[in-house]
T-cell receptor
């Protein structure tokens, strides 16, 4: 079945880079997504990558996709305390209906 | 253009009562998805609806849960005879066309607490 796995926790110092990793199982996914959730809030789409791309950069965010290993990562450069949140990766489920399969989320803690 | 609206934001129910959660999609969006987030977990898909149609309810529990998206008005997720295990955050998302190519926009969620 479709499954998305993430490490649960990451702690970095302000100014360092953060790398959040994710593995997925459905090789037919067309898009893979990164969402950010701050405490008590909804999900904010950060970025997404089309499955035929290897990399996408958007300001401080870099997404790397290794389709062979079904591995997705999100790198945040110059991490700030405001980046502290839970980060979810998600893949679109088979059937192209827009249904998303989420990982369990990685809590990013940024220490000053 | 207002974003996805959900109400109430917080809902407290006693065991056995009914919970009604409302979701108003973004203007121009006719596709709605409901997800449930249990404490310390990721979001799990529940149901996908278009106006007046349920397209995919594979993530919805077979009993006590129902969803609708009428021609007029918000989408409603209804939970009958709530139990403590229903305590969770319920998020809806909307998109214009319901394909993987479209970005889903999420609402702020309804946090349900069952006492």
């Amino acid at each position: 079945g479709e499954d998305v796995e993430q490490s649960l926790f990451l702690s970095v110092r302000e100014g360092d880079s953060s790398v959040i990793n994710c593995t997925y199982t459905d090789s037919s996914s067309t898009y893979l997504y990164w969402y950010k959730q701050e405490p008590g809030a909804g999900l904010q789409l950060l970025t997404y990558i089309f499955s035929n791309m290897d990399m996408k950069q958007d300001q401080r965010l870099t997404v790397l996709l290794n389709k062979k290993d079904k591995h997705l990562s999100l790198r945040i450069a110059d991490t700030q305390t405001g980046d502290s949140a839970i980060y979810f990766c998600a893949e679109d489920a088979s059937g192209n209906t827009g249904k998303l399969i989420f990982g369990q989320g990685t809590t990013l803690q940024v220490k000053p | 253009n207002a974003g996805v609206m959900q109400n109430p934001r917080h809902l407290v129910r006693r065991r056995g009562q009914e919970a009604r959660l409302r979701c108003s999609p973004m203007k121009g969006h006719s596709h709605v998805y409901w997800y449930r987030q249990l404490p310390e977990e990721g979001l799990k898909f529940m149901v996908y609806l278009q106006k007046e149609n349920i397209i995919d309810e594979s993530g919805m529990p077979k009993e006590r849960f129902s969803a609708e998206f009428p021609k007029e008005g918000p989408s409603i997720l209804r939970i009958q005879q709530v139990v403590r295990g229903d305590s969770a955050a319920y998020f809806c998302a909307s998109s214009p066309s319901g394909t993987a190519a479209e970005t889903q926009y999420f609402g702020p969620g309804t946090r349900l607490l069952v006492l």
